[in-house]
C-alpha cells in the first residue's frame, strides 16, 4: 500500500504517525510506504531528541519516504551515500527511512512515482545561512535537468508527483504570491505540469488540505492511501 502526507518538521508533527491517529498501520509491513511530502527535519541538530525520534519513526511497521523541502540541513544530507532502489536515487537515512533524490521515478505498490524536492523559504531574512537556512534548499539546474531527462525517458507519464511547492498558475489562482512569491522553481514545476500526464500531485510546504485542482493538492496532516481509482483519508487532523 501507498500513503502520502505532508511535512513532520522535525517532531513537531509526527503525532498523525501515532497509533490511535492512524490506525491501519497495524496491518502494514515493509513493503507499505508512506511519503512525506517535504520539511522532514529529522536532520536538523544530531541532538539525542532527534536521534529519539528517528529511531521511533524507523520502528513503525513501514518503510518512510521523504521528499526535502526548505527546512533541512543539506549539509546533513551531503553526507548520507546515494544510492540506486526501485528505479530512483535514495539516501538511506536509516534502515526504513529512505530520502528521495530530486528528478528521480520510483516504482512504488505498482505506481510510478516523480519525486521533486526543494523550496524557497519565505521567512529566510530571518534565518541564519548554514544554520537555519541552507542554499541548497533551491534546486540547480543540474537538478532540474535530471528530472526532465528522467521524464522525457518515461515519456512524460507518472501515476504520482510528489513536490513541497507548487506550480506557478496554482499560486496565483488562490492568491498565494505574496506569501509564497513565485521563483525558478515553481516556474520548473509549471513546465513540467504542462507537459506531463499524470493522475495526481501532492505537495507540503502550505500546511493545510486543499484540493486546488482535479489533479492538484495541498497536503499537511492528512494522511491518505492511494487507490485505483484516486485516493481515500485515512488518518489526519489538517487545520
Known sequence: MLFITGDIHGEYDLRKFG?????????LTRNDYVIICGDFGL???????EKYWIKWLDNKPWTTLWIDGN???????????????????????????????RGHMFTLDSKKVFAFGGAESH???????GKTFWEEEMPTQREMQQGISVLQKNNWTADIVITHSLPTYILSAFNMTE??????LTDYFQSINDRMNFRMWFSGHYHMFKQCTPKHYMIFNT???ITDNGFEIVAGHDL
Open 19 to 27: 497509533k490511535e491517529e492512524f490506525p491501519i498501520q497495524s496491518e
Open 43 to 49: 536532520l536538523w541538530d544530531e541532538s539525542k531528541t
Open 71 to 101: 527546512h533541512e540541513n543539506y549539509n546533513l544530507l551531503k553526507q548520507y551515500r546515494v544510492e540506486d532502489w526501485n528505479g530512483g536515487k535514495i539516501q538511506k537515512i536509516s534502515p526504513n527511512i529512505y530520502h528521495l533524490c
Open 123 to 129: 521567512d529566510k531574512q530571518f534565518r541564519i545561512t
Open 179 to 184: 506569501i509564497y512569491p513565485p521563483n525558478a
Open 223 to 225: 494522511i491518505v492511501q
